[in-house]
């Protein structure tokens, strides 16, 4: 396994960053998590773009242009002889003195990891997810914004031990208002009274690639879409739940705490559709 660190592909076993580094020290950097089918990464310029986003939010200067991004990425799923991958790009503030000032850091870490990412089973589309509403709140937008997708993953991870405390997949946060958010690492939708429901933006979330794709073809189907701020017993009364990310595409929901859901047809033929639309934006792009 080879991986991408500042410039240069190096065996996995080399690929190493300084116990200075801002990013261990701090939490201080950013990342994104793509998907490639075929060697076609999905989305590739709206990872960047949100990266950029994200580096700005934290006055952080990426040394390098989208381009440039782009075929590093690239270069490291081929080194790895990949066509279908998880990809994993991490830029961290860089290594400094000890103290929180940016300013110790010369140049940020660049890190790109690659792995083999294969359909999840069918068998867990067919099934849905077990999921619950953690006691953990999310980090508040005006604390640490959840748009900015940053190394600093500490609210997910006390979520996600929540779940896996209750043998469950996934946890999705309230905010400290009690209206729903997201989950560790997905977006979370909900069908009820011919009206699909998703947080908005605003309640403090990640505005997920997929999520934006979803609201795009749930809306073109004729689907009514509310993006806004919901509580718990909006979501425990509806029909349908399903979660949204770029690994697990569309994945439906059929336990959140104690109740049980159906994996019904909206979540079934919304995932049908976004995969519809993956193919189509790898066989344009190849051309
Ligand atoms: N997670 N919300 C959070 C907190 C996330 O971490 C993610 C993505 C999403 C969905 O975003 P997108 O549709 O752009 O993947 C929402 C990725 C998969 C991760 O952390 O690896």
Redesign the pocket.
């Known amino acids: 396994m080879y991986v991408y660190l500042n410039d240069r592909i190096v065996p996995a076993e080399d690929a190493v960053v300084s116990v200075f580094d801002h990013g261990f020290l701090y939490g201080d950097g950013i990342?994104e998590?793509m998907r490639a089918y075929n060697g076609i990464v999905f989305m590739i310029d709206e990872?960047i773009e949100?990266l950029f986003r994200s580096a700005s939010l934290i006055g952080l200067k990426i040394p390098y242009d989208s381009q440039k991004l782009k075929s590093a990425i690239y270069e490291t799923i081929q080194a790895n002889g990949l066509e279908n991958a998880y990809i994993?790009l991490t830029i961290s503030r860089g290594c400094g003195s000890l103290g929180l000032d940016p300013e110790f850091c010369q140049k940020p870490s660049i890190v790109i990891i690659v792995k083999e990412q294969k359909d999840y089973p069918k068998a867990l589309y067919k099934k849905g997810l077990k999921v619950i509403i953690a006691q953990t709140r999310r980090n508040l937008k005006e604390a640490i914004n959840?748009r900015i997708?940053s190394l600093n993953f500490l609210n997910?991870i006390l979520a996600k031990l929540e779940a896996k405390e209750k043998n469950a997949n996934e946890a999705i946060m309230l905010n400290v208002y009690g209206k729903l958010t997201?989950?560790?690492?997905?977006?979370v939708f909900f069908y009820k009274n011919n009206m699909l429901f998703t947080p908005s933006i605003d309640c403090g979330?990640?505005?997920?690639?997929?999520?934006?794709i979803v609201i795009g073809i749930a809306k073109k189907q004729g689907i009514e879409v509310k993006e806004g701020k919901f509580t718990k017993s909006d979501i425990y009364t509806s029909q349908e739940i399903f979660i949204?990310?770029?690994?697990?595409e569309v994945m439906p929901v059929s336990e959140l705490d104690e109740n049980k859901y159906p994996v019904g047809e909206i979540s079934k033929n919304l995932r049908k559709l976004y995969r519809q639309k993956v193919k189509t934006y790898i066989r344009n792009y190849r051309n």
């Open positions: 990342y998590t990872h949100r994993r959840p997708k997910n997201e989950g560790t690492i997905s977006n979330i990640l505005d997920g690639i997929t999520r934006g949204t990310n770029t690994t697990m």
